[in-house]
């Protein structure tokens, strides 16, 4: 197939147009629109509704003004004076240079219900600077009209759009623009490149480009190498970087292939390999909490922890993924990339600095300390899972091999639970479990701390252990459980729970692509994983795999399915985790 600009592929005749209808594209790639558009951003609002009056304190003079004590809160946390002491720390300062978004694969599932609507928020914000435009390009023959409508309609569909301010989503098609054509064919890198040209022009003289690779693994490589013949990675004329969705290769040796050929293109500097993980607020938080707390980071060692739980769970099922997960299943889906992340985030020494390069120099050490698995030894610290047939909220789901497009006798994992052990001074005899699956009672995950048992039990009944749990969805929030005295005569004690959740903040969330999509725009790689780090991620999950997929040995092969959907896996897991703990019922 041809490339063509899909606006000229249906072009209609220029005399019977709309002067309307002419002018828009025109002031778009001129940038005015881009500045006008920005002027009316919204800015940050503090609610000022109060749910109660302010009375003066006792013995005050009549017609004196309130203490601070006696000030009613509002409805989102804030003071009578309408401002919320926890909302004045939030960043609203930070501004890319004037850019261009070009997103491969843009008529696909992600882009429709996650960038998309993730880009709109950051625009509406105002966080994206005065001159900024978005190219699709896909393999989806359409015009710029039409692709303008089809972005619309995303956005107004989708759940992760923010409140739609009057007029925006007028303003916001004004950016964007689409390209069709094959991604193996120059022509279409070529007319990439006349839209950075006509960009240039309307952003000061700078081509500046972020593109975005969402598309199946398999168009990576083609992708990367197009951009580079064509001379998009150069940044002699402006930066220029390339963001990789995962899975970042099918095992270590795909993956190094992978990074050997991105890097034929590209320094390393210029990638962003993106998993959406770490841009929640509550995985950023587990540093803060720790390194920013004097209280905590004494007590994250062998010495106090017992063990550490980290828990992805998925209440759903396939949803028309089987062509994909068929092919990864639950270890490249999630195991190799989500889990090991959340794993060095919570096992890493404090960074020198909060920079880059000092965070992803810590992971990748506790990804390298890693106790090696013995292929002989798997079965010891790892268990799968295949979901049958069961029930979710009253009604019954069809199990995994019931799924449409699922082979009958598939052997694809949906759980899997492991335990890993560090070979360094801080975590010697800790092991971490980690667990994942789909269609267990609940979807929710959370990477839980749990401290030895107090050393002497002076108390009647036994003492549970404290725990120190990071909630990063569905409430992002953090939770301190702990030992307290019930009420009455006599010494009973029961467990408690401190809760901390983001509604303090009185804002909503934004959407983990939001943070790290304006990261990358601006050029902060903190929450990417490095090449190092990943080779190391699979370095640990290809032993594994190569175990159960391509040894699975006589009699290490579960009968699948092994457990019922709206349960929490197969028992194997519970032999895994040991005699003396559980796993938590979340």
């Not at 003004?65 to 409805?75: F, I, L, N, V």
């Not at 301010?165 to 004004?174: A, H, I, T, W, Y």
């Not at 068929?326 to 270890?331: D, N, S, T």
């Not at 994983?529 to 594994?544: K, L, N, T």
Request: proline content about 6%; glycine content about 10%; hydrophobic content about 40%.
């Amino acid at each position: 197939m041809t490339a063509k600009r899909g606006k000229k592929a249906a072009e209609p005749d220029k005399a019977s147009k709309p002067a309307a209808q002419e002018a828009t594209p025109k002031k778009a790639r001129t940038g005015k629109v881009s500045a006008s558009a920005t002027k009316g951003a919204v800015k940050e609002k503090i609610a000022s509704q109060t749910v109660g009056v302010a009375q003066p304190a006792p013995g005050a003079k009549k017609g004196s003004r309130p203490s601070a004590k006696s000030r009613k809160r509002t409805a989102d946390g804030a003071g009578a004076d309408g401002q919320n002491p926890f909302r004045t720390t939030m960043r609203r300062s930070r501004a890319p240079e004037p850019a261009t978004m070009v997103i491969f694969g843009v008529t696909g599932d992600l882009s429709r219900r996650k960038l998309l609507p993730a880009i709109f928020g950051l625009w509406q914000d105002g966080l994206l600077g005065s001159a900024f435009n978005i190219v699709g390009v896909g393999r989806q023959e359409m015009t710029d009209d039409e692709f303008k409508d089809y972005a619309v309609k995303a956005l107004q569909e989708s759940k992760e759009t923010d409140a739609i301010q009057p007029g925006s989503l007028e303003k916001f098609r004004e950016l964007l623009f689409y390209e069709f054509g094959e991604f193996g064919e120059d022509e279409v890198y070529d007319l990439v490149g006349q839209e950075l040209d006509r960009a240039e022009a309307a952003h000061g003289g700078r081509k500046n480009a972020l593109f975005y690779l969402s598309t199946p693994p398999s168009l990576f490589e083609p992708i990367s190498n197009g951009l580079g013949r064509l001379g998009l990675a150069d940044q002699s004329e402006g930066w220029r970087r390339i963001v990789i969705e995962k899975p970042f290769g099918r095992d270590l040796d795909s993956a190094r292939e992978l990074n050997a050929a991105i890097h034929a293109t590209w320094d390393e500097s210029q990638v962003y390999r993106i998993d959406h993980y770490l841009g929640k607020e509550t995985v950023q938080n587990l540093m803060a909490i720790r390194f920013g707390n004097a209280i905590f980071e004494p007590l994250w060692n062998r010495g106090y922890v017992d063990h550490v739980q980290i828990t992805a769970a998925e209440d759903l099922g396939l949803e028309g993924r089987a062509g994909y997960y068929e092919e990864a299943g639950i270890v490249r889906d999630m195991l190799q990339n989500h889990l090991m992340q959340l794993f060095a985030l919570t096992a890493m020494e404090p960074p020198a600095a909060f920079d880059a390069d000092a965070i992803r120099d810590e992971k990748t050490k506790v990804l390298r300390a890693v106790k090696p698995i013995p292929l002989d030894r798997v079965d010891q610290v790892a268990v799968r899972g295949q979901y049958g047939p069961g029930s979710m909220d009253g009604e019954r789901v069809p199990g995994y091999r019931e799924e449409p497009g699922v082979k009958p006798d598939s052997r694809t994992s949906t759980y899997v639970a492991v335990k890993l052990e560090i070979d360094n001074w801080r975590w010697q005899g800790v092991p971490f479990f980690l667990r994942t699956g789909k269609r267990l009672p609940k979807k929710v995950t959370e990477i839980a701390v749990v401290f030895k048992r107090a050393p002497l039990g002076i108390f009647p009944g036994g003492l549970e252990r404290n725990v120190l749990a990071f909630r990063i969805q569905p409430d992002e929030g953090v939770s301190l459980k702990f030992s307290s005295k019930s009420p009455g005569q006599e010494m009973v004690l029961r467990e408690v729970v401190m809760d901390f959740r983001y509604d303090a903040f009185g804002a909503q969330l934004e959407s983990p692509y939001s943070r790290l999509l304006l990261d990358a725009l601006i050029g902060d790689a903190t929450l990417f994983p490095r090449e190092d780090e990943v080779d190391h991620a699979w370095q640990i999950v290809s032993g594994i795999l190569q175990a159960w997929d391509v040894r699975p040995g006589k009699g290490r092969t579960p009968d699948f399915p092994n457990y019922a959907a709206g349960t929490w896996g197969p028992e194997d897991a519970e032999a895994l985790i040991g005699p003396d703990r559980r796993w938590r019922r979340l």
